[in-house]
């Protein structure tokens, strides 16, 4: 990687509370909205709106290829299609998107809703419960082996290690990145190795429509990158979900009224979900690297070095979102966020987790009389930001 010398504007390794990098993104985007780090061998950091959305629109300049998470977790194999610029990723994605049809998702939620349900019934029955632990860690990695129809006999491996993997990016253990990665490809290849014995409905299967798939000169995708592809999902959909319940459930102990306002009208949920989304976003945001030398708000970045499109700090960019820290029903630009990101790398997953969350929200609300936090809130580091650990009592 190249060794960045441009100036320390900013140190993502500071110690931080669920609320303070916002402040710390308030003021970058005031005083240097084209920031720069010198941690993990230096990186510069887009933190206004128009410059993040200006990133993810030009692909042509602005590739994924090299780098496209800060810091740089990627020690083993390519992860296709974030791992892959257009058009070399088309292939992935086309072969995946029609997997999150509305009447996939619609087949999909049956499961799901009786899945949240059974693992909060007992938590609203004790009263208590870790948010987070005990319900999303196991709730988001159900969705995900749904979707994927994951063997069920490997449930167990996929949650242990997931939460192994995130541990260790939270503590920036390479070593037990490198171990815990290795692991979920394990569990990737064994699903590949399970469909070419017994292939699926590629309508409704991932790993049967990602063997099945041609690329645009009809030949079969490497069978190192349906490995890579079938791993990066393991873990973008098991963790996101665990960080972004996790927030909303503070927010809402934070203000009972608009708690209770959801619980009285579950129709306003779904508007409120994109507002959580915006509030917080559960990754900071993911990296380009620029293949020619760039000028952004007067500062020239050059060639080949990493930069962190900050989503979380352009989804309160006070000139997209007036009053961008306050939570506001149906904001009249809602779909303006970027939670999802933007362009050929925009989450192809959007319909499941919007799914997930509306029904996650859905059951916690509407299975108990209200809840408030009760104990000490552990938050995520970079790439994630959000909570980790919410503990609340149940009423």
């Known amino acids: 990687m190249i060794k960045s010398e441009g100036p320390h504007d900013f140190d993502p390794q500071a110690p931080e509370t669920f609320d303070s990098p916002y402040?710390?993104?308030?003021?970058?985007?005031?005083?240097?909205?084209?920031?720069?780090?010198?941690?993990?061998?230096?990186?510069?950091?887009?933190?206004?709106?128009?410059?993040?959305?200006?990133?993810?629109?030009?692909?042509?300049?602005?590739?994924?290829?090299?780098?496209?998470?800060?810091?740089?977790?990627?020690?083993?194999?390519?992860?296709?299609p974030l791992h892959l610029d257009p058009p070399a990723h088309t292939p992935y994605r086309r072969a995946l998107n029609p997997l999150f049809r509305p009447q996939r998702m619609k087949a999909l939620e049956p499961a799901v809703r009786e899945h949240a349900r059974g693992l909060l019934k007992p938590l609203f029955e004790r009263g208590k419960a870790d948010i987070c632990e005990d319900f999303t860690s196991y709730f988001s990695i159900f969705v995900f082996a749904?979707?994927?129809?994951?063997?069920?006999?490997r449930l167990d491996d996929l949650r242990t290690i997931a939460r192994a993997y995130n541990f260790a990016v939270q503590n920036f253990e390479d070593e037990m990145v490198r171990e815990t990665s290795l692991k979920l490809y394990e569990i990737a290849q064994y699903v590949i190795d399970q469909r070419k014995a017994n292939l699926l409905d590629p309508a409704t299967d991932a790993t049967s429509a990602l063997l099945l798939a041609r690329?645009?000169?009809?030949?079969?995708?490497?069978?190192?990158?349906?490995?890579?592809?079938?791993?990066?999902?393991?873990?973008?959909?098991?963790?996101?979900?665990?960080?972004?319940?996790?927030?909303?459930?503070?927010?809402?102990?934070?203000?009972?009224?608009?708690?209770?306002?959801?619980?009285?009208?579950?129709?306003?949920?779904?508007?409120?979900?994109?507002?959580?989304?915006?509030?917080?976003?559960?990754?900071?945001?993911?990296?380009?690297?620029?293949?020619?030398e760039v000028t952004v708000g007067g500062i020239t970045i050059p060639e080949g070095e990493p930069i962190a499109l900050n989503?979380?700090?352009?989804?309160?960019?006070?000139?997209?979102?007036?009053?961008?820290?306050?939570?506001?029903?149906?904001?009249?630009?809602?779909?303006e966020h970027l939670a999802f990101g933007l362009g050929p790398h925009r989450c192809a997953g959007m319909p499941l987790a919007r799914m997930e969350l509306r029904i996650a929200l859905e059951e916690i609300l509407t299975g108990c009389?209200?809840?408030e936090l009760a104990g000490d809130i552990k938050v995520t580091r970079f790439p994630e930001i959000g909570a980790l650990s919410v503990p609340l009592t149940f009423s």
């Open 23 to 80: 402040a710390v993104y308030e003021d970058l985007r005031n005083r240097c909205p084209v920031a720069h780090s010198q941690a993990w061998n230096g990186f510069w950091a887009f933190m206004r709106y128009d410059d993040v959305l200006n990133a993810l629109k030009d692909s042509d300049t602005y590739i994924t290829s090299i780098q496209n998470v800060v810091p740089k977790l990627a020690f083993t194999g390519r992860r296709p």
């Open 146 to 153: 749904e979707w994927m129809n994951m063997p069920k006999d």
């Open 215 to 292: 690329d645009d000169e009809g030949n079969p995708l490497p069978e190192d990158m349906i490995l890579g592809t079938i791993r990066q999902v393991l873990v973008v959909g098991i963790i996101a979900p665990t960080v972004i319940i996790g927030s909303i459930c503070i927010h809402l102990c934070r203000d009972q009224a608009l708690q209770q306002q959801l619980r009285d009208h579950p129709e306003q949920i779904p508007a409120a979900l994109e507002e959580f989304l915006r509030l917080y976003t559960p990754y900071r945001g993911f990296a380009r690297t620029a293949n020619k």
């Open 311 to 335: 989503y979380c700090s352009a989804n309160r960019d006070e000139a997209v979102f007036p009053q961008a820290d306050t939570f506001q029903l149906n904001r009249p630009n809602i779909n």
């Open 369 to 371: 009389n209200g809840f």
